[in-house]
């Protein structure tokens, strides 16, 4: 195998080949432009003269779990366009001459620990090692923390896809917003994750909103974070914040404050976690009854349709229903229905319950002017033995809506710093990317909730929480 001779061969595919410890030389195929090497775990050399393959646009090495080193010619290859070195967990060393190769589109490092590979963690700041023409990066599954993280990311200014999977970082560089190109970003099963902050304006639409006016754009665009169980923010998509720093003009609106006293009674109330996405406040609590300011309200009713009254100016409405939980704490999609049908406008939006005790969920729908007197609407959750009761509440401007934010730092004699302001308060005015007066044409509007986007554990969250301690509201 070594010594073939093929001058006019353009692909060579020696993957899997478990005995191969060396790669052919390479001065015998002079016309080669791909080398498929993947899975070969004896190989632990690849020669020099790889150099003579002047037109290889593709190297994949990956899984050869013995390789030491590439060769030092590897940044000669002047038409290289994709390179896979993920798995290659015996590399001493990251390869050199990468800002050569001024053709490469894709390079994938996956599985490999840039702790250990020492002169790469001191690259890495600048990811300056590489060349400006890369458009797909992956390193899942490195090691990446926040101190082997770069902070300046502007050497790439073509990037289009950057996976991140698997990480220990605890947020992103605010140097990401110089990503101008980026489609997108996958930050999947990161458990340290708490926050998504300064990316590019474009990546606006990773949004999950399904609608036909929407569709091309969410096919472009997209984030993943499945599995970031840390996560509270994806700035311009969503915020979860502790009830401490959220307006209590949110929480009247949501109806908490009737059960406020109750929760710090039972010392529930600085568990309580308050969503902000889409014009969309929400959040859930141990209980199996509706607050009292929920005037319309029905057992064993999933729907109701009414008309705005004519005397009220509405600035939005309020659902809630009580889910009655699983034993077996599985995983269940409740879906909520908004349809204002004189205006022929629905907004579907999901939101994941996991719990064996009953919970309270209250969702306040921020709809100002797409809610006015004299329209008929519709609200319904999906139907399920689960949910106990089901309403809704009108919430009319007036009243205390003008007057400043007040937030609860006198429950605990917190001070809210200036990055506390800005990082975790939640205000009735916040906005995200997309609001609920984005979707104003005729149609459906799925609006896809946080938890379905991160699969946060609601189970664990409220395992804490005993339904006796609770008791009869």
């Not at 599985?111 to 300056?128: Q, V």
């Not at 009580?322 to 939101?351: M, S």
Request: one cysteine or more.
């Amino acid at each position: 195998m070594l010594g073939l001779c093929l001058p006019a061969l353009k692909i060579l595919n020696l993957s899997h080949s478990e005995k191969l410890n060396k790669s052919p030389d390479f001065s015998k195929l002079p016309k080669l432009e791909k080398l498929f090497l993947k899975g070969c775990t004896e190989l632990v050399e690849i020669c020099e003269s790889i150099i003579s393959a002047e037109g290889l646009v593709l190297l994949d090495v990956k899984d050869c779990r013995k390789l030491t080193k590439l060769p030092r010619s590897i940044g000669n290859l002047k038409s290289l366009e994709i390179l896979d070195i993920s798995g290659c967990s015996g590399l001493r060393e990251f390869p050199g001459g990468l800002i050569n190769l001024q053709l490469l589109k894709e390079f994938c490092a996956d599985d490999l620990d840039m702790n250990a590979l020492l002169p790469l963690a001191k690259e890495l700041r600048s990811w300056n090692s590489f060349p400006q023409c890369i458009r797909k990066l992956s390193l899942a599954r490195c090691n990446l923390s926040n101190d082997h993280f770069p902070q300046d990311l502007s050497n790439l200014p073509s990037l289009t896809y950057l996976e991140l999977s698997q990480n220990l970082f605890t947020s992103l560089p605010d140097s990401f917003q110089t990503l101008r190109k980026l489609e997108k970003l996958c930050l999947n099963h990161c458990p340290l994750l708490q926050s998504v902050r300064g990316l590019p304006r474009n990546l606006k639409n990773l949004l999950r909103v399904g609608h036909a006016k929407f569709a091309e754009q969410a096919d472009a665009y997209y984030l993943e974070c499945l599995q970031c169980r840390s996560l509270v923010e994806v700035e311009g998509c969503f915020k979860r914040v502790s009830i401490r720093y959220v307006d209590r003009r949110i929480k009247k609106n949501l109806g908490l404050l009737e059960l406020e006293k109750k929760l710090i009674e039972l010392d529930l109330y600085k568990d309580i976690k308050v969503t902000h996405e889409y014009g969309i406040f929400s959040t859930w609590v141990p209980g199996d009854e509706l607050p009292g300011c929920f005037t319309f309200k029905k057992e064993d009713i999933t729907g109701l349709t009414f008309i705005v009254p004519n005397n009220l100016e509405i600035q939005g409405l309020t659902v809630g229903f009580v889910y009655d939980g699983e034993p077996r704490e599985t995983y269940f999609l409740v879906l909520v229905t908004v349809y204002n049908r004189t205006k022929d406008l629905r907004w579907n939006y999901d939101v994941i319950s996991r719990s064996h005790i009953s919970v309270l969920w209250l969702i306040y729908f921020k709809l100002g002017t797409l809610l006015e007197a004299g329209d008929e609407i519709t609200i319904s959750v999906r139907k399920s033995p689960s949910i106990k009761e089901f309403g809704f509440k009108l919430v009319p401007y007036g009243g205390n809506d003008a007057d400043e934010e007040v937030y609860d730092i006198d429950i605990d004699h917190d001070i809210l710093t200036s990055e506390q302001n800005n990082a975790t308060r939640l205000s009735l005015a916040d906005e995200t990317f997309f609001q609920l007066s984005d979707f104003n044409i005729p149609g459906k509007f799925y609006l896809f909730g946080r938890e379905n986007l991160v699969y946060s554990n609601i189970g664990k969250e409220c395992s804490t929480w005993n339904s006796e301690n609770w008791g009869q509201r």
